[in-house]
């Protein structure tokens, strides 16, 4: 315990908070901290995805016995094919629906950029999209771990 030193509070609220004290004999500073949490920083890497290449409106009937194809999108700077864990990839109206059936083997340029894209399907029953919602959410992530998540508009028919 050290007396007639200066000391200082730090609080960051959910994260921590420390009291920070200076020895004034000495200089040193003695540091005290109560109610360290660490919360991770995840990364996430926001993707182009193209739900039903091709088709304007992207219309999805939820009581299709079929599938959905969507298109990860390449970029300069994301190559999809080689990036993504397929295994990852769920899909639907959150993005977290395990609607996954199987990505192509062979690799198509979508959108005709000179970019190979990487093109799976998903059991559009297991998608729980309803009438109403306009976007279907993808999610998944990379070979090393790295979050992913894309987003296109739907027009879910009954």
Do not use: W
């Not at 009937?61 to 999809?80: K, M, W």
């Not at 996954?100 to 029953?125: M, P």
């Amino acid at each position: 315990m050290m007396s007639h030193g200066t000391t200082y509070a730090v609080t960051a609220p959910g994260i921590a908070s420390a009291t920070f004290s200076k020895d004034p004999v000495d200089g040193g500073l003695t540091a005290l901290i109560d109610d360290l949490t660490f919360a991770a920083c995840l990364e996430l890497i926001e993707v182009s995805i193209d739900i039903k290449p091709g088709s304007n409106p992207n219309s999805i009937n939820p009581r299709s016995n079929g599938s959905i194809p969507v298109a990860i999108l390449s970029t300069a700077d994301f190559d999809a094919p080689a990036a993504v864990d397929r295994t990852s990839l769920t899909f639907g109206r959150t993005g977290d629906e395990a609607s996954l059936a199987f990505c192509g083997t062979t690799l198509k340029d979508v959108n005709a950029d000179s970019r190979l894209d990487l093109v799976c399907h998903f059991t559009t029953s297991v998608t729980g999209f309803q009438v109403g919602d306009t976007e279907g959410i993808l999610k998944g992530e990379t070979g090393g771990g790295t979050a992913i998540e894309g987003r296109d508009a739907v027009r879910v028919i009954r």
